[in-house]
């Protein structure tokens, strides 16, 4: 396919490494939001869109995504202050849904003025991270306090749900407009689980060891995608990488926390339809999978598994023997159990056609991971933007067509057996060699970007050195950052006790999210 010339201009890099900042092409406003719109028709996908101050001047970057070609293309533009001090930004979002979220996001963090954007409101309640200096202290928003939107009419009635919610379960707000029982609109109000994370890292070395208890704790239940984007980073910047034995443990880790929440999320979903078999069977073998994860490093989420250049944990012959017998085992019993759904006709008659959401409407909203795939796009960084063991062993990218309920769970069924299959792989052709080769430190006035997939998608990480080597911005992008707009999307002209389903199907996270 041939590129505009605006195209052509972006900087052009391989997932998992870096360039120097002064490679990326610094573009007009104008210019930037045409090249950003012209990427997105040309098929390209908005990974990350994010501001970073840099001494007295404030940008804007854009990291689009090309899957057919395995690129990714990066430009920047300067915001120029007005009369006051302050920033103002053109909004794309009537143009282009799917940075609706960022450009609210770089509004808060930056305290930027947003022309034309319609859907304007507080993303995480956060001061900003960086205040024009000639701008006045603003008051800190209240969490929740926002204007939501609301349907006027008869009998049209309005269901508020959360931010406290019954059992073990993080923070958040959900505004329904409903007729009876059938959701008009759904909005859902975020921003309780934020910590400050992407402020916590500016300024700092890279090599800080508080950074790596950041990236494990970003959400809690994917510590290891989260930790390899990070690794991926640190080593991009040191121009180095991790050993092939190190490359491969960290697949068969990444592997296993897909498949220890795909199990799970299909337990969870059948515990909402009250088929307990499934339920009861699933949550044992989550524990089941975790406990491999705990052979790994011991611990069951893989905490101080990953390292910068490796692994901090190897395995020996008696381990790898140990692991394929507890994986033949995990997989027989996930088979039965899972089985159970699909031949269940009363299983079956609640998943299908529950929360559609139809391909291009997941396309427009830039939606990632199982949710993507199940409405028949099939983006996969393991396949599209390999890199690590991926680069050697592919995964088959599964995918479904309907966009439901029926094909998010079907397509973790999918995975799994494939995410089985990958570690059997891996532990029957584990490389020699050592599991660290420790990289040497980060290069000044670079930029790297990392894309993972994680079990919940795709997961973004962006980094920009300062003159130092230290970070001048973090720019951590959560699956859940994109896929949150689907779950609204799927709740329209549904009933409202569907919710809980389509919730469950999405299984977003809350702290990945509020960072």
Known sequence: MTMSPLISAMAQVRNGRAIARAAVPAMDAASFSEAVLQSLESGLRIAALFAAQEAAQLWVYAVLADDRQS???LARTQLQPTAAGTYAWESLTPH????HLFEREMAEQFAITLHNHPWNKPVRFAPPLVAPASSPA?????IGVMDFYRVEGDQVHEVAVGPV????????HFRFQCHGEEVFHLEISLGYQHRGVERALLGKSLSNPRNFQYMQTLAGDTTIGHTTAFCHIYEALAASSATPRAMAIRGIALELERLANHTGDLGALAGDVG???TASFCGRLRGDWLNMTAALCGSRFGRDLLRPGGIRFDLDQPAIDSLRKRLDQAEKDCTVAIQLLWDSPSVMARFEETGPVPADVAKELGLVGPAARACGLTHDIRHDHPS???GFSQIPVSSSDSGDVLARAFVRWLE?????????????SLPAGSIVAPPAAAAPDHIAVSLVEGWRGEICHVALTDAHGNLARYKVVDPSFHNWPGLAYALRNQQISDFPLCNKSFNLSYCGQDL
Do not use: K, N, T
Request: neutral net charge.
């Open 165 to 172: 919610h019954a059992g073990i379960i993080e923070p958040g």
């Open 416 to 428: 799994i057996q494939r995410s089985i299959d990958f570690i059997r792989d891996q532990l029957a």
């Open 388 to 390: 690590g063991i991926y």
């Open 275 to 277: 088929f307990l078999p």
């Open 71 to 73: 690129r990714l293309h």
């Open 96 to 99: 282009c849904p799917q940075v």
């Open 138 to 142: 603003a008051p800190q928003p209240q």
